[in-house]
């Protein structure tokens, strides 16, 4: 009865590959996030997503893309890996409206070698 | 643009003590939300903690506090009893009350160690 679920949890690929991380919530909420932390530890976020709706938008590569089919999925696909990609990429979801606090997944990491 | 404080990378805690983390803020939002994340070597990210700007008492949940200091913009988080599954990277994050998808923003994190 995972709350906010992430595939893959690791993921190892090669420089210029393109790659997907999938991210699914059976909390009913209805606004979905990406975050991304860094070798130092630092959380960014990265995208977030309101009804299936982009929201947020931070200043990201146009090499990734978010895509919310419904509101209980939201997958990043990232084309042409580079090697400053390499990080923990978690996804967390809320509910609007109220303390709206975030519910945060396990987090996928992904090296590019 | 809202920023984040953590002015310590690592304490330090004996079991059964008590450990104070700091952390402050910056920003020109009068209602907002705060809130403290537990990520323990799992790198499973835990909410600890939440604050509400509006609200002048200060949060509890069990042997974790906070002491919010509205004008100072702090928000410190005090651990009573420290155990060992404390050990952690705490982060402190912000959130603005209005919009309908408020981003998180964190702080740099403080590694907690708590030895026997």
């Known amino acids: 009865d995972t709350a906010v679920s992430q595939t893959p949890k690791y993921l190892v690929t090669q420089m210029g590959n393109d790659k997907s991380i999938k991210c699914e919530q059976n909390?009913?909420?209805?606004?979905m996030y990406w975050y991304k932390q860094d070798s130092k530890k630092f959380l960014k976020i990265m995208f977030s997503?309101?009804?299936?709706?982009?929201?947020i938008n931070e200043t990201v590569p146009n090499r990734f893309s978010p895509k919310s089919p419904d509101k209980a999925h939201l997958n990043l696909h990232i084309n042409s890996l580079e090697l400053g990609d390499s990080a923990v990429y978690f996804c967390?979801?809320?509910?609007?409206?109220?303390?709206?606090?975030?519910?945060f997944g396990p987090g996928t990491r992904l090296t590019v070698l | 643009a809202q920023t984040v404080t953590q002015s310590q990378p690592e304490m330090s805690v004996q079991e059964a003590e008590t450990v104070t983390l700091s952390c402050t803020y910056d920003t020109s939002e009068n209602n907002y939300y705060l809130f403290w994340y537990k990520q323990p070597p799992s790198r499973q990210m835990i909410l600890v903690i939440r604050q509400e700007a509006y609200k002048q008492q200060n949060a509890t949940e069990n042997r974790f506090s906070v002491n919010f200091q509205k004008a100072a913009k702090s928000f410190s988080l005090k651990i009573s009893d420290s155990q060992l599954g404390d050990t952690a990277m705490y982060f402190c994050?912000?959130?603005?009350?209005?919009?309908?998808?408020?981003?998180?923003?964190f702080g740099t994190g403080t590694r907690l160690q708590v030895t026997l």
């Open positions: 909390l009913g909420h209805d606004t």
């Open positions: 997503y309101n009804n299936k709706e982009l929201i």
């Open positions: 994050a912000f959130r603005a009350y209005t919009g309908t998808a408020s981003k998180l923003t």
């Open positions: 967390a979801s809320s509910q609007s409206g109220g303390p709206r606090e975030q519910f």
